[in-house]
């Protein structure tokens, strides 16, 4: 079994911790008093939907289904609220594959149990029978399926691990947050000789807001805001607003073979005067991210940005807000 309990040493950073508790109503969607951190990852799954690199996915898929005998291992490490699991089972169930074993981790107790009671009821209502906690089992349907859900940080989990390697190892969205030589190097024992590392939706220095409010401020909060993704504490180490590009250079040179590599960028457009699914809310958090971050900043006007900020959400509330971030989705064999 994986490490269940053990303390998580490392810090995640200040604009990607659950920030505040749970108090948000069912249907808020404007102007946002209070934040859930899950509800945000479940608003992003639609924009990842639609962002997700489909040759690298595609490619991602094949390779899993030819990888080993059954079941085939997954690790997935900062799963947040489960959006992959549902994926990965999802392209599965039409192929030969038939018993997956799928291990969920993440830092935050909060994004386990959403991702424990989410993948339940997603299970249950695709007809499968549900049973278990930890492992969560999934029986009557095309793949037999068993979720492990781990609330622990990735480096204890992959210092304690003694179970069976993994055919693949995949991490959505979490690389920028770390030190990607330290987090592929803790992993790398994990996985089996010729296993995969999907590491998708990583963000590669480019957010982009239309219409624009006022070129200089907007220019100068996008600059501000990706310099606030370096982590000083990892000496330069955390790659931040770049982590795409470094992601795909540290793989080149490593003993990796680079199998796929292509963008992802989230890009959310209004339509009809709103937005589709949760993805109001899912601009309010990324606007709530920004406003986190740069809020005393000394290189703001303090008015100007909360004007700056008002704007950016009346924006939203008017289905008039356009959105861009450039990511980068990567596959690759392990050697
Ligand atoms: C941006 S979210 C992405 C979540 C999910 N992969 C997705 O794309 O929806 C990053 C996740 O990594 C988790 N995380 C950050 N540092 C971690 C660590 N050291 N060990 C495990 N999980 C971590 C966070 O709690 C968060 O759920």
Redesign the pocket.
């Known amino acids: 079994d994986l490490a269940g309990d053990l303390p998580?040493h490392?810090v995640?950073?200040r604009s990607?911790?659950?920030p505040l508790p749970i108090r948000v109503p069912p249907h808020f969607v404007t102007d946002p008093a209070t934040y859930s951190?899950p509800r945000y990852?479940e608003a992003?799954?639609t924009v990842?939907a639609r962002a997700l690199n489909r040759r690298v996915w595609s490619r991602f898929v094949d390779e899993l289904e030819a990888s080993s005998a059954p079941p085939v291992r997954v690790l997935?490490?900062?799963?947040?609220?489960?959006?992959?699991v549902e994926r990965v089972v999802e392209a599965l169930e039409p192929r030969t594959t038939d018993a997956l074993h799928y291990t969920l981790?993440?830092?935050?107790p909060d994004?386990v149990e959403a991702a424990r009671g989410g993948l339940r009821a997603w299970a249950e209502r695709r007809g499968y029978n549900v049973s278990g906690g930890t492992p969560q089992v999934w029986t009557g349907g095309p793949v037999e399926v068993t979720v492990r859900f781990v609330s622990?940080?990735?480096?204890?989990?992959a210092g304690a691990y003694e179970g069976p390697p993994h055919d693949a190892v995949?991490?959505?969205?979490?690389l920028?947050?770390?030190s990607i030589p330290d987090?592929l190097g803790a992993l790398a024992p994990l996985l089996a000789p010729e296993g995969l590392w999907y590491l998708?939706?990583h963000f590669d220095g480019v957010t982009a807001l239309e219409p624009q409010v006022d070129s200089d401020l907007d220019a100068r909060v996008e600059r501000l805001f990706h310099e606030s993704m370096a982590d000083p504490s990892l000496d330069g180490e955390r790659a931040g607003a770049h982590c795409g590009r470094r992601l795909l250079r540290h793989l080149h040179d490593s003993d990796a073979a680079l199998l796929e590599a292509g963008s992802s960028d989230w890009v959310v457009v209004p339509q009809d005067g709103g937005y589709p699914g949760d993805e109001a809310y899912f601009l309010h958090h990324i606007l709530h991210f920004i406003e986190t971050e740069l809020t005393g900043h000394p290189e703001l006007d303090a008015e100007a940005f909360a004007e700056w900020v008002a704007t950016r959400r009346r924006q939203v509330e008017t289905g008039g807000l356009i959105y861009i971030a450039h990511q980068l989705d990567a596959l690759a064999r392990h050697r």
């Open positions: 998580p490392r995640v950073p990607h911790r659950t951190y990852l992003k799954k990842d997935e490490v900062g799963g947040g609220v489960g959006a992959t981790v993440d830092i935050e994004n622990a940080d990735l480096f204890d989990v995949i991490a959505q969205a979490v920028d947050l770390l987090a998708p939706i």
